[in-house]
């Protein structure tokens, strides 16, 4: 079965620490892996996008990480900020054409001051 | 350029009552998405179209839920009727061409179902 586990469920920093979020999957074949980003409100905002490929990208602050072969990402926040506080998803893209996301449930991140 | 627009931005209704929700895609978007995201949860697909054809449906429950995309550009989602278990955020997302390209994502519909 075609699965998107995270970890942890939440998570509380203190503002300018770093954090990592965890994902593993199940999905094969597998064609890229995504970081979205959800504010409370808001729609998810796409953060990066790597395809089986590629080990490593950064957008910013925000770098994530693929191992292909462990079918395990992560996502590290360096020097967080109070708007980071959201909920960051991760996505799984099935490898075949008009075939829907499989979306994990989420870490919720809380930065305090 | 232009997001994607929803509205409206909540809703609440009483058990069994119908709701419609709208949704205006980027410009020059193909595909078009429902998704319905529960509290706690990731989004869940519901419909994808292509154009103004239907691409996937499978978890849409078609005993209450509809959904259509006339002229391939606008599209309204309609539960009637509606149940406590609906209760929701509703998203519509877009992407320029084929399912997994880069999926840009309304600002959602919350509706509450008393």
């Known amino acids: 079965k075609n699965q998107v586990e995270q970890s942890p469920q939440s998570l509380i920093i203190l503002e300018g620490k770093n954090c990592t979020l965890q994902c593993n999957y199940t999905v094969s074949p597998f064609s890229n892996l995504r970081w979205y980003k959800q504010d409370t409100g808001r729609g998810p905002v796409s953060l990066t996008i790597?395809?089986?490929?590629?080990n490593t990208k950064s957008n910013g602050r925000y770098t994530a990480t693929l191992d292909a072969d462990t079918k395990q990402s992560s996502l590290h926040i360096t020097a967080s900020q109070l708007s980071d506080s959201a909920s960051y998803i991760c996505?799984?893209?099935?490898?075949?054409?008009?075939?829907?996301?499989?979306f994990g449930k989420g870490t919720t991140l809380s930065v305090s001051s | 350029e232009a997001g994607v627009a929803q509205s409206p931005r909540y809703k609440i209704i009483e058990k069994r009552q119908s709701v419609a929700f709208w949704c205006n895609p980027i410009?020059?978007?193909?595909?078009l998405y429902w998704y319905q995201q529960i509290l706690g949860q990731g989004p869940k697909l519901l419909i994808q179209f292509q154009n103004n054809g239907v691409v996937d449906d499978s978890q849409l429950p078609k005993d209450r839920f509809s959904a259509e995309r006339l002229k391939g550009v606008d599209s309204t989602l309609k539960i009637q009727p509606a149940k406590l278990e609906d209760s929701a955020v509703y998203l519509c997302?877009?992407?320029?061409?084929?399912?997994?390209?880069?999926?840009?994502f309304g600002p959602g519909t919350r509706l509450t179902v008393t």
């Open positions: 996505v799984v893209s099935h490898r075949q054409a008009g075939t829907a996301l499989i």
């Open positions: 410009s020059g978007h193909a595909t």
């Open positions: 790597m395809t089986f490929s590629e």
């Open positions: 997302a877009s992407s320029l061409v084929a399912g997994w390209d880069e999926q840009y």
